[in-house]
């Protein structure tokens, strides 16, 4: 049975290991193939896609979109094979890039008033044209021995209720599922139901979201409780919508280990025949 991890990061943008490093790790965990995720770009496609290639595995181009429901919560949507250059979406992914590095510059302000952080710390932890945001902030403050690591920074520094966080603009989670549509993408909610990250949103916001088009709803995810996923999965059959499984392997970056939950070959089929911006590429 094949196995396909459709959630990973680089360096890119928050992993730890380049584009090639990742595809790499997961032929050594012996999947099939997988989609390169990063958040909002798509740089690390072609780096990984020869990779891909060289192993003989099949890369899935992808892209994980920042998105902000009307009360404040967010939400991540998984783009798969859209084009990266559709003016519209370029757009939207070009303004969230600057409000996320403007975030993460006032973020780091704030830090420094109490660490010793410092914004040339934090572009250290980055890799050069990466998009900045909080794990690099969190792996500054992982190398002033203020944190054991990132998931701890996470956890009570960088949180959402923290006197150090900042907001940041993101599109609406309906409008960002028609951007990737209009952009031949497939749009997949990443791990709906992590409550253990904060606030989830309501099936109100999932339905809006499905009106608009989304493809698919990412159930098998660690930050799913168990519970939840099985109401994801029934969510999913009642509106004719697949179901995804993944990693969200982010490299040393993360506990996530790549392949822990993975992707049927049906279900990248589905994928690939809804998908027209951008093309599968089997090794």
């Known amino acids: 049975m094949a196995r396909y991890d459709l959630h990973t990061h680089s360096t890119e943008s928050d992993g730890t290991q380049p584009p090639a490093d990742v595809v790499r790790a997961a032929a050594r965990a012996g999947l099939d ?16 896609a020869q990779a891909a290639l060289e192993e ?11 998105c902000m429901a009307a009360d404040g919560t967010s939400v991540h ?3 798969y094979l859209h084009d990266p250059e559709d003016p519209t979406l370029l757009r939207e992914l070009t303004a969230a890039r600057s409000a ?14 109490d660490y010793p952080l410092t914004w040339e710390l934090v572009q250290e932890h980055a890799a050069e044209g990466a998009t900045i945001g909080r794990p690099h902030l969190a792996d500054a403050l992982v190398t002033l021995g203020v944190v054991p690591d990132r998931s701890a920074a996470f956890a009570t520094i960088l949180t959402g209720r923290s006197k150090y966080y900042v907001p940041h ?24 139901r992590a409550t253990m990250r904060g606030r989830v949103v309501g099936v109100e916001v999932i339905e809006s979201m499905i009106e608009a088009g989304l493809a698919g709803l990412e159930a098998d995810h660690r930050d799913n409780p168990e519970p939840e996923r ?8 009642r509106h ?44």
Do not use: C
């Open 33 to 48: 193939g997988l989609a390169l995720t990063d958040h909002d770009t798509a740089s690390g496609w072609a780096e990984a």
């Open 56 to 66: 003989g595995l099949t890369f899935v181009p992808g892209m994980e979109m920042s």
């Open 77 to 79: 949507l998984l783009a």
């Open 100 to 113: 996320r590095l403007t975030r993460a510059q006032e973020m780091a302000a704030r830090l420094g008033e």
């Open 169 to 192: 603009h993101a599109p609406d989670p309906a409008v960002a599922v028609e951007l990737i549509r209009g952009a031949g993408g497939v749009p997949v909610f990443a791990h709906p």
């Open 230 to 237: 099985a109401w994801l999965r029934e969510l999913a059959d």
């Open 240 to 283: 004719g919508l697949i179901v995804t499984g993944s990693s969200d392997y982010h490299g040393a970056g993360k506990p996530n280990l790549i392949g822990e939950f993975t992707t049927g070959e049906d279900v990248l089929a589905e994928i690939e025949r809804q998908g027209t911006g951008a093309a599968v590429v089997r090794g």
